[in-house]
């Protein structure tokens, strides 16, 4: 038996109707097809999966679609805006932060939320910060150097009044 | 055939370049940032089904019989296939072909595939497994080497011709035993290197798609397109043209998806059976039991050298567990003595290696394929070989070094060799003069190196073609694409040839499109393995590349009245240097070429050297590459005396990759091979339960380091310029890999005086090592 709710995803509003053991990953990427959030593990061990309810880092193959309803969803596809990459996803191109970019989207939205509640981390926060999403490919290196340049890129941003 | 690079074109120091060298972005990186690339479970299909696949719950079982009637009486369920649809074998390796897509007479391990369904979604495809009832007779299973060798009628893989043996390789090189007479020291001594897995975050995915007329197209996470397309073929009895295989975005592969999974073919016939294309998506469980990862081998070795520190004869006798089947197994075993013979030079040379089939799942190629295991023993008995001798280990490995254009001990030709400068590189940077047998107990630092191939010198199925092919197709717009059959599985690979062909042609990196991983559309090449692409596919989109190069120059020579070679070709421009009069953007040299010489586009290939790389004996081809890379590593611990835990703090990691096309993209593989080496030191194991089950298949137990477990590393890039690579250019993805355990574990025993020999250094293993220390660690 199916349920129909509401969701907003990256400020779109939707109404899904899924079986209740619908997690919120499979309803994002089966239902809504935004499918930049990924399934690497399915048991809320790797990370891959990471979006923000209501702005916090949450793992959506452990979540039910349904605990989301009324709820604000990020995900990957709504970092950028008009166009625009999050100075995190331009600087973790530019240095080589995502290789397969398979865990990409995870790491992303976890360094994004820690951006948003500290916006100059030191390294070791940012290794705090990363610590429950897996990457097989760069052994952290560039990624904590893409975040900590871009901390500083969306500082001068905000405070130049280009970036929300 | 192009044969690998001109001697004109032969790379210096002083060449200048618009885009090799330089941190460029990759081509699909902003994709990737975004969320937009399309992994293979990202595509759907219109009426795709879903498939499972039921597996063994037996470690050694023959099959009596397989009752599927209430599976597909289950509503949503609309197709089953078994053993009995494949009858025919694959392998990787066309020697060695075991294995059916799905167990036809008996399951060889838990896990191993036995029927899979399709349905209209992945629950009710788990629901129908249930259904499928399987009548198994058990057979006594073997787990260990030394079980399958002494109860040879016990027969895991009945394809074997001897008893549970995949692979037997002797070799001896000089006079083994003269040469360790004459050694003032002996190093005799036992390491155990245990298994461990890929574990790629993406778990393997395919879809089979079956269309009306008779063609499959088949999408996979596979890093070998052009070979699981020949196995598609033959399990098929299909044409290879009426096969078409694409290679979405993979995340992430290390050797973990570079052969034929039952997956693949399961959603081929479960697509022809039912007319619907078919997804079937691993859980990660299955991927830690499809496994073809590191290979458990214990490697006794006797290693001689004078008084003086020169090396005088080597001697290996090693056992490999190789699980149930070969996969590349043949070439594992080979590889296990075929590889250790550079960067040092050793007189006389002897290797045993022998491969058994057991009860678990198949090992295979994981990066650093067969020889990162006895370079750790190796590594580590140079260690103790320089503490007896009283030489500095950085020293001892300078008194061996076997030099530029040269052979080795088992006649490998070797052109450029970096080694010296990287073990230069490592000493400075890590400040190891200060550092080794000086530092407070409890902390040390360790060195090692090694040396690894750019892609082997033949392809895996005996054949005269070009390994890399390249087409490429410019247009007035100013466009070129590129097409290439090569596997970008995150290395960088399309971007790599990105930036080549960006580089001749003289246009912005912007406007090419790689068009890549997908047999339909691009010419051959052979695949994401044996760190072939830099240097074989790079070759071939050059030699395209400078093909167009002259049709450009020399239509623009006659718009000009100058002669073509007075013509360049950068940074979006055709120019005369020196002639502001003479320059246009590049598109216009591109129209005056197409109305010179029609529709523009080029072929490239690149093959191999040939016989004059390597020995003339039997096996004398397997090791044997066109180039190779070198390594050093020293790295920094600290051991908890008291719980023996290992904290790696830094890694220093110098590599010879010919020439970096790409900094950021070499430090990255430099840094993931070293990290993924730590955490095969320190954190991971693919162990089994005595009854054969998995002790950890997920991503939770078995142990990945996380950001905070993983230490700094700085990368050192050394770049020796190998004449017959893309601008100098060799490989860098598996090479850096190889030092990380032996530099660890040498500097374990900096710290507190302990030798570990056997991986991963548990807490327990360290502490063992103490207590057999004796007395205080004397060593400062």
Redesign the interface.
């Known amino acids: 038996v199916k349920e129909t709710f509401r969701l907003a995803v990256n400020g779109d509003a939707h109404e899904v109707s899924v079986e209740p053991r619908t997690t919120l990953l499979e309803c994002l990427r089966y239902e809504l097809g935004l499918t930049g959030s990924k399934q690497g593990c399915d048991k809320g061990d790797c990370g891959a999966c990471t979006v923000w309810l209501d702005g916090r880092p949450v793992l959506s193959c452990i979540t039910l679609a349904r605990t989301a309803e009324a709820r604000r969803v990020t995900t990957v596809e709504g970092l950028a805006r008009s166009g625009r990459l999050h100075p995190l996803q331009d600087a973790l191109d530019l240095k080589g932060g995502a290789q397969c970019g398979f865990c990409t989207p995870g790491i992303l939205m976890s360094a994004a939320a820690l951006l948003e509640s500290n916006p100059q981390p030191t390294e070791d926060d940012v290794r705090q910060a990363l610590a429950g999403n897996l990457c097989r490919c760069t052994g952290y290196t560039k990624i904590i150097e893409a975040v900590l340049e871009a901390a500083t890129t969306l500082r001068a941003a905000r405070s130049a009044g280009e970036w929300p | 055939v192009a044969v690998s690079t001109k001697s004109t074109d032969r790379p210096t120091a002083t060449q200048s370049f618009s885009v090799i060298g330089k941190?460029n972005?990759?081509v699909?990186?902003?994709?990737?940032?975004?969320?937009?690339?399309?992994?293979t479970?990202?595509i759907?299909l219109p009426r795709m089904l879903h498939a499972k696949i039921l597996r063994s719950p037996h470690p050694h079982a023959r099959i009596k019989g397989i009752d599927a009637t209430r599976a597909l009486a289950l509503p949503g369920v609309h197709g089953v296939v078994t053993g009995r649809d494949f009858p025919v074998p694959y392998g990787i390796i066309p020697w060695t072909r075991d294995e059916y897509p799905l167990a036809l007479d008996k399951a060889l391990y838990i896990g191993d595939g036995v029927a899979a369904v399709a349905a209209d979604d992945e629950r009710t495809a788990a629901d129908a497994l249930k259904l499928i009832e399987v009548e198994y007779e058990l057979l006594p299973p073997v787990f260990s080497v030394e079980e399958a060798l002494a109860h040879p009628e016990n027969q895991v893989n009945p394809f074997a011709k001897v008893g549970n043996v995949s692979k037997h390789v002797h070799l001896s090189f000089g006079d083994v035993e003269q040469g360790l007479a004459a050694s003032d020291e002996v190093v005799s001594d036992t390491w155990f290197y245990a298994g461990s897995t890929?574990?790629?975050?993406?778990?393997h995915c395919a879809i089979g798609d079956f269309g009306p007329e008779g063609l499959l197209t088949l999408y996979s996470s596979t890093q070998v397109p052009h070979y699981l397309h020949r196995e598609l073929a033959r399990v098929l009895e299909m044409p290879m043209d009426r096969i078409r295989v694409i290679q979405p975005?993979?995340?992430?592969?290390?050797g973990g998806k570079s052969e034929p999974f039952d997956l693949e073919f399961a959603v081929a016939r479960l697509s022809q059976k039912t007319g619907r294309p078919v997804k079937i998506?691993y859980?990660?469980e299955e991927v830690f039991y499809s496994h073809r990862g590191r290979h458990p081998m214990r490697l006794a070795y006797e290693v001689g050298a004078t008084r003086d520190g020169r090396l005088q004869a080597v001697r290996a006798r090693i056992h490999i567990d190789g699980g149930a089947y070969s996969s590349f197994g043949l070439v594992t075993t080979y590889y296990s003595g075929q590889l250790l013979c550079a960067p040092y030079r050793m007189p006389a040379y002897e290797f045993d290696s022998t491969r058994v089939f057991t009860n678990k799942p198949a090992c295979g190629p994981k990066r650093g394929h067969g020889s990162v295991q006895p370079r750790f023993a190796f590594e580590c008995a140079l260690d103790v070989l320089s503490e007896r001798l009283e030489i500095d280990p950085i020293e001892l490995r300078r008194r061996n070094l076997i030099g530029e254009d040269t052979r080795t001990v088992n006649e490998m030709r070797v052109t450029s060799n970096g080694f010296p400068q990287c073990l230069d590189a490592v000493e400075r940077a890590s400040e190891w003069k200060k550092k080794h047998r000086k530092l407070p107990y409890g902390q040390g630092v360790g060195v090692a190196g090694s040396t690894y191939i750019s892609g082997t010198n033949y392809p895996i199925y005996p054949n005269d073609m070009p390994q890399s092919g390249c087409q490429i197709k410019v247009d007035r717009s100013g466009r070129v694409t590129v097409f290439s059959g090569v596997s970008d599985?995150?290395?960088?690979c399309d971007s790599t040839l990105a930036y080549i062909v960006a580089e001749e042609l003289g246009v912005e990196l912007e406007a090419i499109r790689v068009v890549a991983g997908d047999t339909d559309l691009a010419p051959v090449d052979l695949g994401a393995y044996s760190s072939r692409i830099t240097f074989m596919a790079g070759n071939a989109a050059l030699d395209a590349a400078r093909k167009l190069k002259r049709q450009v120059r020399e239509a623009q020579a006659a718009v000009w009245d100058v002669a073509p070679d007075r013509i360049e070709l950068a940074g979006g421009f055709a120019l005369v240097p020196g002639d502001p009069e003479r320059v246009v953007p590049v598109a216009k040299a591109f129209q005056a070429a197409e109305a010179r010489f029609g529709t523009l586009g080029s072929t490239g290939s690149y093959n191999t050297p040939g016989q004059a790389v390597h020995g003339e004996y039997r096996g004398g081809t397997i090791g044997a590459s066109p180039a190779y890379s070198f390594t050093a590593h020293v790295a920094e611990v600290e051991v908890d005396e008291v719980t023996g835990i290992v904290t790696v703090k830094k890694i220093w990691v110098a590599h010879d990759c010919g020439r970096a096309l790409n900094p950021?993209?070499v430090?990255?593989q430099m840094?993931?091979s070293?990290?993924?080496g730590h955490a095969e030191a320190l954190f991971e194991e693919q162990d089994f339960q005595p009854n054969g089950l998995h002790r950890g298949p997920?991503?939770?137990e078995y142990r990945?380091p996380?950001?905070?477990d993983?230490p700094?590393?700085e990368s050192l890039i050394i770049e020796s310029l190998d004449r017959e690579g893309p601008y100098g250019a060799k490989e860098a993805g598996e090479g850096p890999l190889h030092p990380s355990v032996p530099a660890i574990a040498n500097a374990i025993y900096d710290a507190v005086g302990a030798r570990v020999t056997e991986l991963p250094f548990y807490p327990g293993r360290v502490r063992k090592a103490l207590a057999a220390r004796r007395g205080p660690w004397k060593g400062r």
Do not use: C, N, W
Request: proline share 4%; aromatic share 6%; no cysteine.
């Open positions: 941190r972005r990759k699909e990186g902003r994709r990737k940032v975004t969320g937009q690339l399309l992994y479970d990202d759907v890929h574990a790629p975050i993406e778990p975005g993979v995340g992430g592969a290390f998506l859980t990660r599985i995150g290395q960088g950021t993209l430090e990255g840094e993931g070293a990290y993924m997920s991503l939770l990945l996380t950001s905070l993983t700094d590393m």
